[in-house]
């Protein structure tokens, strides 16, 4: 009686074990005696214990990182550069059958193509081509993985480490550039603010009176100021008539 008990729990349990739930962003690869026999969609599923296993393979898209790598630019610098790669499954069979583990696969080979692609670029053109190089790394990567049946989605460089050196040098030249456009900027302001003065210049000389209106603005302006000094003011008649004595005069003597 209790060996019958014993069978009909072991039985029960045989069949328990062979229920699966297989979830919506899941597929099932079953493999019977050890050979692929089909895919088991989400659902309740039912595999043959001992006979049949059952691989649940991740659908969904999957970001991993790609560590940082040492790379040696065309000229000649050593930077530091690392990058996320976002891939997703589309052939589940394929990605049990075709290799022992299709994340750390796709991982290595990311950075074996992010140093192959990277090194083949100079330095300024890793720094202003982020996009197109991201571009050339998944092509490359999504070629090789799709034996693997595996889609890679988009490749993206996340941070471009220089040397020290190169840094205080670039900070520089940054420095430099700024100052340059500055300089640039007050010369071309000096000289607008001349072609105005020439041009106001050009009016009050041509204008009757206007000197005496301006002569008697900049009076007022400099007389509400708090400083002591003394003004003296002239007729321009007067001017005038010490002009042409004076003229007179030099004549006389010649």
């Known amino acids: 009686m209790t060996f019958m008990v ?61 560590p940082k790598q040492e790379v040696i630019t065309r000229d000649n610098v050593t930077a530091g550069v ?12 394929k990605a049990v059958l075709e290799t022992t583990n299709y994340v750390y696969a796709t991982s290595q080979f990311a950075q074996a193509a992010l140093r192959d692609v990277t090194g083949n670029f100079e330095l300024d053109e890793l720094l202003s081509k982020r996009d197109e190089i991201s571009q050339k790394i998944k092509e490359i990567v999504d070629q090789q993985t799709d034996q693997w049946g595996i889609d890679v ?20 030249q940054a420095e430099a ?57 002239f007729p321009i008649e007067m001017l005038e008539a010490v002009q042409t004595i004076g003229a007179s005069l030099g004549r006389n003597n010649k």
């Open 82 to 93: 690392d990058a996320i790669v976002y891939f997703r499954v589309i052939d589940s069979p």
């Open 177 to 233: 550039e700024r100052e340059r456009r500055s300089n640039i900027i007050n010369a071309e302001g000096e000289k607008a603010a001349a072609k105005t003065l020439a041009e106001a210049a050009q009016i009050i000389a041509s204008t009757p009176g206007a000197i005496n209106l301006r002569t008697l603005n900049t009076i007022e302006r400099i007389s509400t100021e708090p400083s002591q000094k003394t003004t003296m003011l």
């Open 153 to 172: 989605e988009a490749v993206k460089i996340q941070n471009i480490e220089l040397p020290a050196d190169m840094k205080r040098a670039m900070a520089k």
């Open 6 to 66: 014993f069978l009909i729990i072991a039985a029960i349990v045989l069949v328990l074990s062979g229920i699966k739930v297989i979830d919506q962003y899941e597929r099932g690869v079953v493999l019977t005696l050890g050979r692929f026999t089909g895919v088991r969609e989400p659902g309740l599923r039912i595999v043959v214990p001992i006979f049949q296993r059952l691989i649940r393979v991740d659908m969904r898209s999957t970001p991993i990182d790609v």
